[in-house]
């Protein structure tokens, strides 16, 4: 039989080769463990490379047709909102009175303002000195501007020879131009007929390559001769 000394030792032997072996296959789990991690940055490098190389060779190459899929419209497009019309009226000196063929310098100029009633003055096309009621069309914007009437008619004047060119209904019009809105009708209506014109609208549009992106309505009210303007909430189409 063993003595007690031989028999710890054996035991002590048995000890040590188990934890030999749990140290051993410790060391081969964390090996396996490095060369996953290892391979998965690698997958991770070798799908990131070409967004690198396209953005790369967008900003080499203007002409390149990659898109940023987090990148805005505006961003890839360079689209802007139209950012709106100037549109002035003038009104008389004095309240109730008639517009002259001075308005520049004696009336006063009013910027309309969406929802806000306007007075314009007393207007007759028989007895006033002016072709209609002035309006003047402005914007910002790198675009063409039309005007148009669902009554009456629009015309220029030149104040400089007292020259009136009619426009009929629809007018092209450029920036900073100033419009005159007459009740009178393309036929030349007597002035009874005008007195039954109670309200006019004269619609402004902006285009761009002749695609309409902006639009407003002034609305002309007339009580006795005596003429308002409305304009309306800016369109943006």
Request: with cysteine; charged share 20%.
């Given at each position: ?219 002309i009210v007339s009580n006795d001769f005596m003429y308002s303007a409305c304009v309306g909430e800016l369109e943006i189409i």
């Amino acid at each position: 039989m063993k003595s007690n000394e031989e028999y710890r030792n054996s035991i002590d032997q048995k000890v040590n080769m188990i934890i030999c072996k749990r140290k051993r296959r410790n060391r081969f789990i964390a090996t396996v463990t490095s060369a996953v991690t290892c391979l998965v940055l690698v997958i991770c490098a070798v799908t990131a490379i070409p967004n690198l190389i396209n953005k790369d060779s967008l900003i080499e190459n203007p002409g390149s047709s990659y898109v940023d899929p987090a990148g805005s419209k505006e961003e890839t497009d360079g689209s802007q909102p139209f950012d709106g019309f100037v549109l002035t009226a003038y009104t008389a000196a004095e309240k109730d009175g008639m517009l002259t063929a001075s308005f520049l310098s004696e009336e006063t100029s009013v910027v309309l303002q969406p929802n806000v009633n306007v007075l314009l003055g007393k207007y007759n096309p028989l007895m006033s000195s002016v072709p209609g009621l002035p309006f003047r069309f402005n914007t910002e914007e790198d675009c063409e501007i039309e005007v148009s009437a669902d009554k009456g008619t629009l015309c220029r004047w030149d104040i400089q020879n007292g020259m009136v060119t009619p426009c009929g209904k629809t007018t092209s019009c450029a920036k900073g131009e100033i419009l005159y809105w007459s009740p009178l009708a393309e036929s030349e209506e007597s002035a009874e007929n005008t007195e039954n014109m109670e309200k006019a609208v004269v619609t402004v549009t902006a285009t761009d390559n002749g695609k309409t992106i902006g639009q407003q309505k002034i609305t002309i009210v007339s009580n006795d001769f005596m003429y308002s303007a409305c304009v309306g909430e800016l369109e943006i189409i």
